[in-house]
C-alpha cells in the first residue's frame, strides 16, 4: 500500500502507542514524519508543524492520531474531580482533538486523503473509575463522525481504530535511546468482571494495529469514513 501513498504524519510519537504505531508504519514501508504532543496547544502552531511534515516528504495523505495526551488515562470517579480537573482531564483533550482535526484538514483538503483516530475500547462497553476517559473517547468519536460527513466533500476520510485500553495508558517516552517495550508499559486495572475471553491474543500495536491504520490509510479504503475498528482480538466484538 506504501507505494500508492504520500506520506503519513503520526500525532503523538512521544507516546508509547504513538512510537509503536509510527515504527509499525515504518515497517510497512511508509514515509512517516513524527509529532509530539505538545505541537497540539495551539491551532497556529500544530498547523504550522503538520506543513513542516508535509513538505519534508513530499505529499503528505494521512494523519494517525495515536495520542492527545496522558491526562484522561488516569483512573478516578467523576464525582472526584473539581472543575479544574475536568478541564485538564476532558475538556483540554477535546480541544486537542479538533485542533488537530482542523490542521489536517487545512493540510489534506487540496489533494484528499485520510484521518484515523486511536481511542481506547473501554468507551464503548464500560470501565469502573475511567468515566473522563470515556468522556473524552466518545466525545472524540461524535468529532470524527461529524467531520467524516462534512469532509467528504474534500476527499477527506475520518476514521476510529479502537484498542484495548492498556495499550494506550503509557507516560511519554522519556529517552528515546531507549526503544520502547511490552514490559516497559504499566499495568492499568483496566479488566473488568465478567469481561469475555478474547476469540485471539491482544493486538500487537506496531504489527497488526499499525497494519489496520495503514489498511484505513490507503485509497481502496476510501468509501469507508465515519467508522470505528474495533482491533481488541475479539473481545467485545462491538457492531
Known amino acids: 500500500m506504501a507505494d500508492e501513498r504520500g506520506g503519513v504524519a503520526v500525532v503523538g510519537a512521544d507516546t508509547w502507542a504513538g512510537a509503536e504505531v509510527a ?13 509530539d504532543v505538545a505541537t497540539l496547544e495551539g ?14 516528504l513530499g505529499r503528505l495523505d494521512g494523519v494517525v492520531v495515536a495520542s492527545v495526551g496522558i491526562e484522561p488515562t488516569r483512573p478516578g470517579a467523576v464525582a472526584d474531580l473539581d472543575g479544574h480537573a475536568w478541564n485538564v482531564r476532558v475538556e483540554l483533550p477535546l480541544h486537542r482533538t479538533l485542533v488537530c482535526f482542523q490542521g489536517a484538514l487545512a493540510t489534506l483538503r487540496a489533494g484528499g486523503g485520510s484521518i484515523v483516530l486511536l481511542v481506547p475500547t473501554l468507551s464503548l462497553v464500560g470501565a469502573a473509575g475511567f468515566g473522563p476517559w470515556a468522556a473524552v473517547t466518545e466525545g472524540q468519536r461524535a468529532l470524527a463522525k461529524a467531520a467524516a460527513r462534512a469532509w467528504g466533500r474534500h476527499a477527506v476520510t475520518v476514521n476510529c481504530v479502537a484498542v484495548p485500553a ?3 495508558t503509557t507516560p511519554p517516552i522519556e529517552d528515546d535511546r531507549m526503544p520502547p517495550t511490552d514490559a516497559a508499559r504499566p499495568a492499568y486495572p ?40 474495533a482491533v481488541d482480538g475479539g473481545v467485545w466484538m462491538t457492531p
Open 23 to 35: 515504527g509499525g508504519l515504518d515497517d510497512l514501508g511508509a514515509s512517516v514524519g513524527r509529532l
Open 190 to 229: 483496566l479488566h473488568r468482571p465478567g469481561q469475555p475471553p478474547p476469540a485471539f491474543d491482544r493486538p500487537d500495536m506496531r504489527a497488526e494495529v499499525a497494519a489496520v491504520v495503514q489498511t484505513l490509510l490507503s485509497r481502496a479504503w476510501r468509501p469507508v469514513t465515519g467508522a470505528t475498528v
Open 43 to 56: 491551532r497556529d502552531g500544530f498547523s504550522a508543524a503538520l506543513q513542516r511534515v508535509a513538505e519534508q
Open 166 to 168: 492498556a495499550l494506550l
